[in-house]
């Protein structure tokens, strides 16, 4: 499996290590997943280190600055960047993998969104619309290349505990969203990792242009 980080080389080598302790094979890269020379240069190496991709999580939350506040307080400049980072971190690793895919006729892509979608929270905006733009992409690249064996598919969790949204989050805004949860919790990076596992195996087969609601029941559609 390739690990793909910008800035946390440990975290990257962790998961790494776990992959590996499991009786699993990783190789680990470093590149701005909005920057298409490096990300091809990574996707190059992994290639050459383990083989043909035939899966591919796109994930990287691409945002480096606080994801709540007010419309009339964040400059347009900030809003417009914020989408466009979050677009390009799928449009470059697609362009990157799934052509790759389909000349051999197979691969399984499955990219992160948002409940954001279907439920914008007050004040996120730009992570909404970003997140939005994301499932149309799902969308259409599935229409595009699902004739050519290569499934794209979506999974959109709510909040999840990660460092990123440590950060970017309040911990008053985080009860809160838990209180309204369901299954009364924020989740875990592992409820996120089963949802894309099955979306990404044979077990979902016949799925594609989908998106997988990962919320506790926040959201159920």
């Not at 979306?199 to 609601?213: E, H, P």
Request: proline letters at 5%.
């Amino acid at each position: 499996m390739g690990v793909n980080y910008k800035h946390s080389a440990e975290a990257a080598k962790a998961v790494a290590a776990h992959i590996e302790n499991a009786g699993g094979t990783a190789f680990v890269v470093q590149a701005d997943v909005t920057n298409q020379e490096e990300l091809t240069a990574a996707v190059d190496a992994v290639e050459e280190g383990l083989g043909p991709i035939d899966v591919g999580i796109f994930s990287a939350h691409a945002l480096d600055t606080p994801a709540r506040a007010p419309f009339e307080k964040v400059p347009q400049w900030l809003i417009e960047d914020v989408i466009t980072r979050q677009v390009r971190a799928l449009l470059v690793p697609a362009r990157a993998i799934i052509p790759r895919m389909a000349e051999r006729g197979s691969g399984s892509v499955v990219v992160v969104t948002s409940t954001q979608v279907l439920h914008p929270a007050e004040q996120m905006l730009s992570l909404a619309m970003g997140k939005g733009a994301l499932e149309v992409g799902v969308k259409s690249l599935a229409l595009e290349y699902s004739p050519r064996g290569v499934r794209v598919n979506a999974v959109a969790p709510g909040p999840v505990l990660t460092d990123a949204i440590a950060t970017l989050l309040s911990d008053e805004y985080k009860q809160a969203r838990a209180d309204i949860t369901p299954l009364g919790r924020l989740a875990e990076a592992e409820d996120v990792a089963g949802g894309i596992v099955a979306l990404a195996s044979d077990a979902c087969r016949f799925v594609t242009g989908a998106t997988l609601q990962v919320n506790g029941g926040i959201v159920m559609a």
